[in-house]
């Protein structure tokens, strides 16, 4: 017996904005967030050096503000909801998979209903990020 897997990126591809920006807003650095991407994007700076960076302007946050912000609006690319409903109710395995941190990843996951998620995974305390570490991003998180 054959397995169907389906597997998506997430930021510009799920979702119509960068999502890390759209949270890193919930303490004023959204635009900062943009801004040292486009910087990466532009190869004027070193990729993991970058999302540490604008991952740790979340420390603080709560995975709740995080969860509220999603759902007022997820940022969902039309037709996004249809297509993990598709998928699912013809066999398929869906994977989600992103440098984004896996909590905002795991929210997606629940609302689309996919099956497994492959992202960062920041530090974690009593549901307050607490920023990462270079050796945190030495190995995949796969839930």
């Known amino acids: 017996m054959s397995k169907k897997l389906f597997l998506s990126d997430f930021d510009g591809t799920l979702v119509a904005k960068d999502i890390l920006d ?19 994007i ?8 970058t999302l540490k960076k604008r991952i740790d302007f979340l420390k603080g946050v709560s995975l709740n503000q995080i969860f ?3 759902r007022k609006n997820p ?9 993990f409903d598709y998928l699912r109710g013809n066999g398929y ?15 997606y996951k629940e609302f689309l209903g996919i ?12 549901g307050i990020i607490q920023g990462i570490e ?5 190995g995949l998180y796969f839930r």
């Open 93 to 107: 395995i869906s994977v989600l998979h992103s440098g984004n941190l896996v909590p905002i990843l795991e929210f």
């Open 42 to 49: 532009q190869g004027k700076r070193e990729g993991l050096p």
């Open 115 to 126: 099956d497994y998620v492959i992202g960062t995974s920041p530090r974690v305390k009593d």
């Open 75 to 83: 940022y969902l690319i039309k037709g996004a909801k249809e297509l």
């Open 134 to 138: 270079l050796e945190d991003f030495n």
């Open 68 to 70: 509220d912000t999603l």
């Open 22 to 40: 759209v949270v890193c807003g919930i303490v004023g650095k959204g635009e900062e967030s943009h801004n040292l991407n486009v910087d990466f």
